[in-house]
Antibody
C-alpha cells in the first residue's frame, strides 16, 4: 500500500533554512504529482506547494512563494521541500500528500504522518 | 483565492445520531469539493471527492452532496470512530483551500 514517510523536521532559527524529505513507496511515484500541506499547532490545514509528476511544473502558496522550493527525485522516490528564510509563522506539522493526477488536481488521496518544524531562536 | 467556510465549527453528538456539516465556497466550484477526516495527532484521511464520491473503504454512512457553492457532509448513525475533525477543500483552482474544520465531539 501507499507509504509516505517525512523527515527533516526540527528546530530552525528565523532566517535560516531547513530541508524536508518525503520517502514514497507502494505506488509508481513518477506517475503522480506530489504536494506539501502544513498545519500550525491547533490550526487548520494549509496547502504549501505542488510539483508535477516529472518535476517540470510547480506552484506555491502565497505565504511561502519565493522562500520555499518543492522538488523531487524520481530515481529515489523522494519528495523535497527546501525551506529558506524561515519565519515564526512557518511553525507547523508538514505533511507530504500524494495527488491523484500527473499534474496535480489537488485530490490528496494519501498522506504521510507529518514532520514538525519549529521556527524559534 | 477561493474561501471555504464550514459550519458549525464544532458540534456535540451521540453515537447513533445523524450529523450534518456544511461547507460554502466563495465562488462557484462546480463539484470540485473534497472532504477529509482528521483524528488528533494523525494525518488527514481522504473521505470524499467531487462532492459525493466515497473513497474506497469509507463506510457508506458517510454521504456528500452539493454543487456550485454549497456542500454538505452527512454522517448517518454516528459511530465512536467518527469523532474527529472534518475539513472540506476545494480542488477547483490554485491554490487549493480548506475550510477551517468542524470538530465532532462526544455529547
Amino acid at each position: 500500500q501507499v507509504q509516505l514517510v517525512e523527515s527533516g523536521g526540527g528546530v530552525g532559527q528565523p532566517g535560516r533554512s531547513l530541508r524536508l524529505s518525503c520517502a514514497a513507496s507502494g505506488f509508481s511515484f513518477s506517475d503522480y504529482a506530489m504536494n506539501w500541506v502544513r498545519q500550525a499547532p491547533g490550526k487548520g490545514l494549509e496547502w504549501v506547494a505542488v510539483v508535477s509528476h516529472d518535476g517540470s511544473n510547480t506552484h506555491y502558496g502565497d505565504s511561502v512563494k519565493g522562500r520555499f522550493t518543492i522538488s523531487r527525485d524520481n530515481s529515489k522516490n523522494t519528495l523535497y521541500l527546501q525551506m529558506n528564510s524561515l519565519r515564526a509563522e512557518d511553525t507547523a506539522v508538514y505533511y507530504c500528500a500524494k495527488d491523484s493526477d500527473y499534474f496535480g488536481n489537488y485530490n490528496f488521496d494519501s498522506w504521510g504522518q507529518g514532520t514538525l518544524v519549529i521556527v524559534s531562536s | 483565492d477561493i474561501q471555504m467556510t464550514q459550519s458549525p465549527s464544532s458540534l456535540s453528538a451521540s453515537v447513533g445520531d445523524r450529523v450534518t456539516i456544511a461547507c460554502r465556497a466563495s465562488q462557484n466550484i462546480r463539484s470540485y469539493l473534497n472532504w477529509y477526516q482528521q483524528k488528533p495527532g494523525k494525518a488527514p484521511k481522504f473521505l470524499i471527492n467531487v462532492a459525493s464520491s466515497l473513497q474506497s473503504g469509507v463506510p457508506s454512512r458517510f454521504n456528500g452532496s452539493g454543487s456550485g457553492t454549497d456542500f454538505t457532509l452527512t454522517i448517518n448513525s454516528l459511530q465512536p470512530e467518527d469523532f474527529a475533525t472534518y475539513y472540506c477543500q476545494q480542488s477547483s483552482g490554485t491554490p487549493p483551500t480548506f475550510g477551517q474544520g468542524t470538530t465532532v465531539e462526544i455529547k
